[in-house]
């Protein structure tokens, strides 16, 4: 009755379709970054990385065994210090014709790179909004204390709100979802640009469709606990600024505890990251080396459902035992 | 069957903050069922949060509460749908129009759309049903909060000062239906600190102060012996001589600005013949009925004061200290 109650109260809500508006928007907005950046290699490209190619060529036949010379020596000496050898590989140094053109990007390296967080952008945002406005509309309006002169079993009230906006979410999910996918994929092939759907891209697009439901999960879930949106904004980008930029920035080993980091892992399957490790080397320089680290999808999504039902059930709590002015 | 459709036995509420302010200490309320109970203090004394704890929107930190005999909160969803309330202002939707307002809170108890038509036209709202609830006057705003509360078809309904920020005609427009409600069976509870609406429509009063029960019963209780005095308007040299003889002749005399105000009197003759058998003339002389506001101010006064000689008792004075 109460679920029923509160899609009813979404679907009037006129702030909810202006979110609606605001995903689409947002949505062609990134198909047009898209457009922008999905580029083929055009023959002026050509001309310009030839004459590049050759002016290099040129220099090379002059220098070429002077540099590799001055490369092994370079090698021997780091070897010797570090008893390792760095792999320069100096006889590969002559300069390649493939090298001086620009990368011609596949729709499969354009989700990797941008697309996702493109889209993790829009769904997040959007979801974030409807499911925070939704709930914190009711407490500045009052109508949550009148409500519960109704209803006034919280938990029920908790549930049919948060579950109302996961519910009404999902639609436009699929909406968006469908403009970003197809639109990403239309624009690769209307470019002539390598456009295949892997199953991995798929499944990348489907797991996709949970983001924005689970945004306004979190959303309403933080307008429980906070119960007003303009708090909730602050919260989230403190928090966005504080732990994701500034802290998992500064200390690369938290990325496993980054909400960014597993958001990208759960749609890509497993995400890696990058620990940079510094060492005194005895001449008093400091070397430093990046190893690649991975991380699970059943980490992912592991770590993602630890989170999300840590606050849904702590804003549940806070909310039966909260007084209400 | 319960005597009282609202009892609380001991309720306490303090808040925190920088200090810890008691809101309700310790309050006994009685609420008869049926009729209007005016439940009267001034501004502070604890009545908003009283409400709010019958409601269960608020969690008190001690004590008892009972709805038709059912416990509050733990067993407040069993008897909620006999009871509707309206909390200081309306609290709606503003963007939602006041039918659609309706409907929400309507299909949240599963109560059917015809019932919305019907407590609109009860409330005079049908032809602003489709109007958004921020274009509302207070009046209507009011009305529609009404309507809600109307919804359930209650056995006791709650008005947390209703008629604040209204006009004459829409004070009179409450008070008529408090009155038609509590008419019909119901019970109506009404908070006011507005001593002259209460008094015209409620059957019985708990005043409360500071968050305590001052006096509670029928109006007609409350004002007691205090309902009738005698007012005397003597020359201004002697007033002091008139007192000292109606004291003597067992009276109680208070001033009232120019005049003297005796009670316990009940007869104005009887006052003249006193005054005149010791060669004073009254220049005017008349009965006068006590209000209930007189009684509130009295009682609220005495109360008050009574707290500030226990505080002063508990930390001394300085002089008792010394």
Same mark, same amino acid.
């Given at each position: 009755?109460?679920?029923?109650?509160?899609?009813?109260?979404?679907?009037?809500?006129?702030?909810?379709?202006?979110?609606?508006?605001?995903?689409?928007?947002?949505?062609?907005?990134?198909?047009?970054?898209?457009?922008?950046?999905?580029?083929?290699?055009?023959?002026?490209?050509?001309?310009?990385?030839?004459?590049?190619?050759?002016?290099?060529?040129?220099?090379?036949?002059?220098?070429?065994?002077?540099?590799?010379?001055?490369?092994?020596?370079?090698?021997?000496?780091?070897?010797?210090?570090?008893?390792?050898?760095?792999?320069?590989?100096?006889?590969?140094?002559?300069?390649?014709?493939?090298?001086?053109?620009?990368?011609?990007?596949?729709?499969?390296?354009?989700?990797?790179?941008?697309?996702?967080?493109?889209?993790?952008?829009?769904?997040?945002?959007?979801?974030?909004?409807?499911?925070?406005?939704?709930?914190?509309?009711?407490?500045?309006?009052?109508?949550?204390?009148?409500?519960?002169?109704?209803?006034?079993?919280?938990?029920?009230?908790?549930?049919?709100?948060?579950?109302?906006?996961?519910?009404?979410?999902?639609?436009?999910?699929?909406?968006?979802?469908?403009?970003?996918?197809?639109?990403?994929?239309?624009?690769?092939?209307?470019?002539?640009?390598?456009?295949?759907?892997?199953?991995?891209?798929?499944?990348?697009?489907?797991?996709?469709?949970?983001?924005?439901?689970?945004?306004?999960?979190?959303?309403?879930?933080?307008?429980?606990?906070?119960?007003?949106?303009?708090?909730?904004?602050?919260?989230?980008?403190?928090?966005?600024?504080?732990?994701?930029?500034?802290?998992?920035?500064?200390?690369?080993?938290?990325?496993?505890?980054?909400?960014?980091?597993?958001?990208?892992?759960?749609?890509?399957?497993?995400?890696?990251?990058?620990?940079?490790?510094?060492?005194?080397?005895?001449?008093?320089?400091?070397?430093?080396?990046?190893?690649?680290?991975?991380?699970?999808?059943?980490?992912?999504?592991?770590?993602?459902?630890?989170?999300?039902?840590?606050?849904?059930?702590?804003?549940?709590?806070?909310?039966?035992?909260?007084?209400?002015? | 069957?319960?005597?009282?459709?609202?009892?609380?036995?001991?309720?306490?509420?303090?808040?925190?903050?920088?200090?810890?302010?008691?809101?309700?200490?310790?309050?006994?309320?009685?609420?008869?069922?049926?009729?209007?109970?005016?439940?009267?203090?001034?501004?502070?004394?604890?009545?908003?949060?009283?409400?709010?704890?019958?409601?269960?929107?608020?969690?008190?930190?001690?004590?008892?509460?009972?709805?038709?005999?059912?416990?509050?909160?733990?067993?407040?969803?069993?008897?909620?749908?006999?009871?509707?309330?309206?909390?200081?202002?309306?609290?709606?939707?503003?963007?939602?129009?006041?039918?659609?307002?309706?409907?929400?809170?309507?299909? /949240?108890?599963?109560? &059917?759309? =015809?019932?919305?038509?019907?407590?609109?036209?009860? @409330?005079?709202?049908? $032809?602003? !049903? %489709?109007?958004?609830?921020?274009?509302?006057?207070?009046?209507?705003?009011?009305?529609?909060?009404?309507? /809600?509360?109307?919804? &359930?078809? =209650?056995?006791?309904?709650?008005?947390?000062?209703? @008629?604040?920020?209204? $006009?004459? !005609? %829409?004070?009179?427009?409450?008070?008529?239906?408090?009155?038609?409600?509590?008419?019909?069976?119901?019970?109506?509870?009404?908070?006011?600190?507005?001593?002259?609406?209460?008094?015209?429509?409620?059957?019985?009063?708990?005043?409360?102060?500071?968050?305590?029960?001052?006096?509670?019963?029928?109006?007609?209780?409350?004002?007691?012996?205090?309902?009738?005095?005698?007012?005397?308007?003597?020359?201004?040299?002697?007033?002091?001589?008139?007192?000292?003889?109606?004291?003597?002749?067992?009276?109680?005399?208070?001033?009232?600005?120019?005049?003297?105000?005796?009670?316990?009197?009940?007869?104005?003759?009887?006052?003249?013949?006193?005054?005149?058998?010791?060669?004073?003339?009254?220049?005017?002389?008349?009965?006068?009925?006590?209000?209930?506001?007189?009684?509130?101010?009295?009682?609220?006064?005495?109360?008050?004061?009574?707290?500030?000689?226990?505080?002063?008792?508990?930390?001394?004075?300085?002089?008792?200290?010394?």
């Amino acid at each position: 009755m109460l679920l029923r109650t509160e899609l009813r109260r979404l679907r009037i809500r006129r702030l909810v379709w202006l979110f609606v508006v605001a995903g689409v928007l947002g949505s062609f907005f990134v198909l047009f970054t898209t457009w922008v950046s999905a580029q083929p290699i055009t023959d002026e490209m050509r001309e310009q990385a030839e004459v590049a190619y050759q002016d290099q060529l040129e220099r090379w036949e002059e220098h070429g065994e002077e540099e590799i010379e001055r490369c092994e020596e370079e090698q021997a000496r780091i070897a010797d210090e570090t008893g390792e050898d760095p792999g320069f590989d100096c006889a590969d140094m002559m300069p390649q014709r493939e090298h001086f053109l620009p990368h011609e990007q596949s729709l499969a390296e354009h989700v990797d790179w941008s697309g996702l967080t493109s889209a993790i952008m829009v769904l997040g945002v959007v979801g974030l909004a409807i499911g925070t406005t939704a709930v914190a509309a009711e407490f500045s309006s009052g109508a949550m204390a009148t409500l519960l002169t109704f209803q006034p079993r919280r938990l029920r009230v908790y549930a049919g709100k948060v579950g109302a906006v996961a519910l009404a979410t999902v639609p436009l999910s699929l909406l968006l979802c469908t403009i970003l996918g197809v639109g990403m994929w239309a624009i690769f092939e209307i470019r002539g640009l390598d456009a295949t759907v892997s199953d991995a891209l798929l499944w990348t697009a489907v797991r996709a469709l949970a983001l924005l439901p689970a945004a306004a999960i979190v959303g309403a879930v933080l307008a429980f606990l906070l119960r007003s949106t303009a708090v909730v904004l602050a919260v989230v980008a403190g928090f966005a600024i504080g732990w994701e930029a500034i802290g998992v920035g500064m200390a690369q080993t938290l990325a496993p505890f980054s909400i960014r980091t597993n958001l990208v892992g759960w749609l890509q399957y497993g995400t890696t990251y990058f620990v940079n490790t510094c060492e005194s080397q005895p001449d008093g320089s400091v070397f430093c080396d990046s190893t690649e680290q991975t991380l699970s999808f059943a980490w992912n999504a592991g770590f993602l459902a630890v989170v999300g039902v840590l606050l849904i059930a702590v804003a549940a709590l806070v909310f039966r035992r909260r007084d209400l002015s | 069957m319960s005597d009282y459709a609202i009892s609380t036995d001991g309720l306490r509420k303090s808040y925190r903050g920088v200090r810890r302010r008691v809101a309700v200490d310790g309050l006994d309320l009685r609420v008869p069922v049926g009729g209007v109970h005016g439940f009267l203090g001034p501004n502070g004394s604890g009545k908003t949060t009283t409400i709010r704890m019958l409601l269960g929107l608020i969690r008190p930190d001690d004590g008892e509460i009972r709805i038709f005999g059912h416990e509050v909160p733990a067993t407040l969803p069993d008897v909620i749908a006999r009871v509707g309330a309206i909390v200081e202002s309306p609290k709606f939707f503003p963007n939602f129009t006041g039918r659609q307002n309706l409907e929400l809170l309507a299909s /949240a108890i599963g109560t &059917k759309r =015809p019932r919305v038509r019907q407590v609109l036209a009860e @409330t005079g709202l049908s $032809d602003r !049903a %489709g109007d958004r609830f921020a274009t509302y006057s207070l009046g209507m705003k009011q009305r529609l909060a009404i309507a /809600a509360t109307l919804l &359930k078809e =209650p056995d006791l309904l709650i008005f947390d000062e209703p @008629t604040n920020g209204l $006009d004459p !005609a %829409g004070i009179h427009e409450i008070r008529t239906t408090m009155r038609r409600l509590a008419d019909e069976g119901r019970t109506v509870l009404v908070s006011s600190h507005i001593l002259a609406e209460v008094e015209q429509i409620a059957d019985t009063v708990s005043i409360i102060g500071r968050g305590r029960l001052i006096a509670s019963g029928s109006v007609a209780e409350i004002i007691g012996d205090r309902a009738e005095s005698v007012r005397v308007v003597l020359r201004p040299e002697e007033g002091e001589r008139a007192e000292g003889v109606l004291t003597a002749a067992g009276l109680t005399v208070r001033s009232d600005h120019e005049a003297l105000l005796v009670d316990g009197a009940t007869d104005p003759a009887d006052v003249n013949r006193l005054l005149a058998e010791q060669g004073l003339y009254a220049r005017e002389l008349g009965g006068v009925r006590v209000g209930l506001e007189s009684v509130f101010l009295e009682l609220t006064h005495d109360a008050e004061l009574g707290r500030t000689r226990r505080r002063d008792r508990r930390h001394g004075t300085g002089e008792e200290a010394a």
